[in-house]
């Protein structure tokens, strides 16, 4: 399934929730029970309503309070991670609201300059914000889509309150969790996308609105609290179901698309880009991160990075980038890859990786990482020597076994 969203409006975490819901209204009971599992105090209650705006007809979330209403415990970040880990929701839900709660936290830490336990959502702090984003993940979880776009976001304009005093729409850790996503400017002030919507769209990292094959499913319209003059203030959801895999347009069984990320660094040690660049390459949807020296401005010497990544994990591993190098700008682009069947065996102590060419022919490659390591005693000579030795065996291994 793919899942396409149109922020006429804008995005909050409540729109997303409303627009899901009016699609899948038969997921409301289901929901409701699992939001239950918070152990909200008592008053505090999820409600779905229909809603019109500018004759659009949709449905508005929210979590009444009650008029004595109890703030959450703590807005620090591992505080909430805490309560979610410990909470009855199964987990994948777990996963996805961590991970929505995380590249928040993120930004947060980059934009204060502190570690990230120590961020405090001042602005999250209450029980409606810790529900939209839990909502928010249940309900990921079960459209279980392929791949997510988005229309252009509008911005707005104008200052918010903020516990750190007024700040410019949109605040500093918002527009931070936007880069990378196509934005427009339609002329209307006000806070048009709140942190939690930016930080639902970072974490699912839409692409672009492409041409959509397939049927279109489910059309679902979430409205905001906000009144807008000449539009509603509306989220539209659409979902197509993928169709069938047509072999004449995949003749390769191996043949699927690969986000390829490209950014240049000048002005980062190398012991830190280092560093860097192996906490990029352990994250998750990552495939493989390459550094090459290059030739930028004036002749500077540069380093090159080019990153290869799952398409569905763009615009969190984008987000990373932008966090852990000091580039301020990068590029990406999908591309069609083929890859060959390949299988990793442990052969005589050393991890092997055979692959078939479509021939039917094989080749196999040993990784000889784990007996250079092993053989730190001896000249550096020695250690290549012997472990280019064992690496031919335990290749040969490989193609004696098939025989």
């Avoid at 659009?56 to 979590?63: K, S």
Wanted: proline content about 8%.
């Amino acid at each position: 399934m793919h899942v396409h969203l149109d922020p006429v409006g804008g995005i909050a975490g409540d729109m997303f929730i409303a627009a899901t819901l009016d699609a899948w209204p038969e997921w409301q009971d289901d929901l409701f029970v699992a939001l239950a599992s918070l152990d909200l105090p008592p008053g505090w209650l999820p409600q779905l309503q229909p809603a019109r705006q500018h004759g659009i007809q949709g449905r508005h979330f929210q979590l009444l309070a009650p008029a004595d209403k109890q703030r959450f415990p703590s807005g620090r970040y591992a505080r909430i991670r805490e309560r979610i880990e410990q909470s009855p929701l199964s987990t994948a839900v777990k996963q996805h609201a961590l991970g929505i709660f995380k590249v928040l936290a993120q930004a947060e830490a980059k934009i204060h300059g502190i570690p990230i336990d120590d961020v405090h959502f001042h602005e999250l702090a209450d029980w409606d914000s810790i529900a939209d984003i839990v909502a928010a993940a249940w309900l990921i979880d079960r459209i279980g889509a392929d791949s997510w776009s988005i229309a252009p976001l509008p911005l707005g304009s104008g200052l918010v309150n903020t516990e750190h005093g007024p700040l410019p729409v949109p605040a500093p850790a918002t527009a931070l969790l936007l880069q990378g996503l196509a934005t427009c400017d339609d002329g209307l002030p006000g806070e048009r996308v709140t942190p939690t919507g930016a930080a639902i769209l970072c974490y699912l990292g839409p692409q672009p609105r492409t041409v959509q094959t397939g049927s279109l499913a489910r059309q679902g319209f979430g409205l905001g609290s906000r009144t807008l003059l000449d539009r509603a203030n509306t989220l539209r959801l659409l979902a197509w179901d993928s169709p069938p895999d047509n072999p004449k347009d995949n003749p390769q069984d191996n043949s699927d698309q690969v986000a390829v990320i490209g950014f240049e660094i000048d002005d980062q040690t190398g012991e830190d880009l280092a560093l860097a660049l192996d906490r990029l390459r352990a994250l998750d949807g990552v495939l493989d991160v390459i550094q090459m020296p290059a030739f930028g401005k004036k002749g500077r010497l540069v380093s090159h990075v080019q990153i290869l990544a799952e398409p569905q994990a763009l615009h969190p591993v984008c987000q990373q980038c932008l966090l852990e190098t000091t580039t301020i700008g990068l590029r990406w682009r999908l591309e069609q890859r083929l890859t060959l069947p390949r299988t990793l065996q442990d052969h005589a102590g050393l991890p092997v990786k055979t692959v078939q060419r479509p021939d039917g022919s094989l080749s196999a490659k040993a990784d000889i990482t784990p007996l250079a390591q092993e053989a730190g005693h001896q000249t550096r000579q020695q250690r290549r020597r012997q472990a280019e030795d064992n690496a031919l065996n335990a290749e040969d291994s490989v193609f004696h076994e098939r025989d």
